[in-house]
């Protein structure tokens, strides 16, 4: 019925706190690069992306999954282009069910993307210390 919106409502929120990253970042020059290089310290350079490029991946993932199920209810006619929008808005028995849509299905969803992403991000982390350790060898030769 309604499940996408939780989604779209991550989105939105991920997609102002990506745009206030980036902002802080274009400020800091050092971390304005798509790639930066940091040293840590023990000495040995890091390759990492911004962290405004990792909340982009999750931006794409949430926005294009709530899409894609906005299409699905709209096919399926639980949307409608006229008011309430929302078929289930119509019956306050209906609104009940898609509240409780939204507050398991929706949230369950929201929660799997946001687990998901947070995956893509520990693997990326791994590759960049890869990348960083066979720089810092190919330095020492």
């Given amino acids: 019925m309604a499940c996408f919106l939780v989604p779209a409502a ?5 997609t102002a706190v990506t745009k206030i990253l980036q902002k802080k970042e274009q400020k800091n020059e050092s971390a304005s690069a798509e ?8 000495g040995v350079s890091e ?12 931006n794409k993932m949430l ?3 709530s899409a894609l199920l906005c299409f699905e209810h709209i096919w399926h006619g639980e949307i409608t282009p006229y008011f309430p929008f929302l078929t289930a808005a119509a019956n306050p028995e209906d609104m ?18 946001t687990v998901v992403w947070i995956g893509m991000v520990a ?12 720089l810092q060898a190919e330095r020492q030769r």
């Fill in 96 to 113: 009940a069910g898609m509240l409780r849509e939204m507050s398991t299905v929706g949230v369950s969803m929201a929660a799997l993307v």
């Fill in 63 to 65: 926005w294009g999954g």
């Fill in 123 to 134: 693997v990326s982390s791994v590759m960049e210390k890869r990348a960083a350790r066979t």
């Fill in 35 to 42: 790639i930066s290089a940091q040293t840590m310290e023990n």
């Fill in 47 to 58: 390759v990492s992306l911004p962290l405004s490029r990792k909340l982009k991946w999750l």
């Fill in 10 to 14: 991550e989105a939105v929120a991920t």
